[in-house]
């Protein structure tokens, strides 16, 4: 059996894909309040900060920034999983809910972090599921455009960079 090994740094931001195991699945979205109160009791639990999320029918991306002495974000992913599975009402089907593992990437600057962000944000678009990136609701972009990171009829060009620069 291959041995999986994780980047761990204390503190750090990361940028992470979470998939459910039937990929033709709308889970996420069609349980999404389960889905945003499972994470913010994990939140409560083992605090990170939620830099940019969206939640697509299938999978999410997302970017969390743990504390400062922490790098455990496998058991926090763990928790949600296990929390929103439970919340399915046919989650027990064989196989689960979930693919067992997930996809992590150590975020190493404001750059990265800003192109992770602007992916993240576009991603509804790039799947064809609107046209304008503001018309999908299950994303961070409406807390950035609240921010005054970026302007509402954003589509991912490097106008957001620019104004969350501050230019």
Known sequence: MVTYRRNVTPGAS??????????????????????REVTRSVKEERPFDIDAIVVMPEHLHAIWT??????????????IKTRF????????????VWQTRFWEHILRDQSEMENHIDYIHYNPVKHGYVDNVVDWPY??????VRQGKCSFDWAGTAECEAESHGE
């Open 14 to 35: 990361y940028f992470f894909t979470v998939t459910l195991r039937d990929r033709s699945s709308s889970l996420l979205v069609d349980y999404v309040d389960d889905l």
């Open 66 to 79: 743990l504390p400062p002495n922490d790098a455990d974000y496998s058991i926090r992913w763990r928790e």
């Open 85 to 96: 599975a439970r919340r399915i009402p046919y989650y027990q089907y064989e196989g689960g």
């Open 139 to 144: 994303s961070s972009f409406h807390r950035h």
